[in-house]
């Protein structure tokens, strides 16, 4: 059966800490892989995306992130948080036409 | 400004009141969608449509009726909803599967 994991529910960091976010799939194709981010209150906006070619995709400020399939693994990183990326997020996996399967998301808490 | 706009931001129903929630999108984009947003729980799939057409119903209770006359707006139709119902409902559009959702900022519903 197609699943998205994410494996951490909270994650708090401090500003200007790294940060990785854990996503990992099950899906019998390749899949395309999404990282999505949604504000309190508001819907979810496309952080990147991964369809094909290099393995390490960049999205907006500053995110990138890494599919790995020996691991099935498309981890999100950040090298510096900044106080505005406190958010949920998340992954998710194109399961066929149209059709995704989300992640249950991860709530980033970012210390001052 | 999304690019998929969503009316209304919130709403408070009664269990035998009949109301509607509209999405509305001038993105060109072939695919209209509903999901579901609740607490503690995976995004939920409800009805997605294809050139107007309805191809996924993720075994969605009756009391939700899904519209779409035409690519660019999508309805869901409610009545004599339960207080379970009450989630944030987003709507989101795409193109092709492998391009990403544009989600709408979402209705929150309060069923009373």
Redesign the interface.
Known sequence: AQSVTQPDIHITVSEGASLELRCNYSYGATPYLFWYVQSPGQGLQLLLKYFSGDTLVKGNNGFEAEFNRSQSSFNLRKPSVHWSDAAEYFCAVGAGTYKYIFGTGTRLKVLA | E?G?T?TPRHLVMGMTNKKSLKCEQHLGHN?M?WYKQSA????E?MF?Y?FKEQ??NNSVPSRFSPECPNSSHLFLHLHTLQPEDSALY?C?S?Q???????????T?LTVV
Do not use: C, D, H, I
Request: no cysteine; aromatic share 14%; charged share 15%.
């Open positions: 999304t998929v969503q695919a969608y503690k729980k995976p995004l799939l997605v294809n191809t996924e987003l989101a795409s092709e599967s492998g391009y990403g959702y544009t989600f709408g900022s979402g929150r």
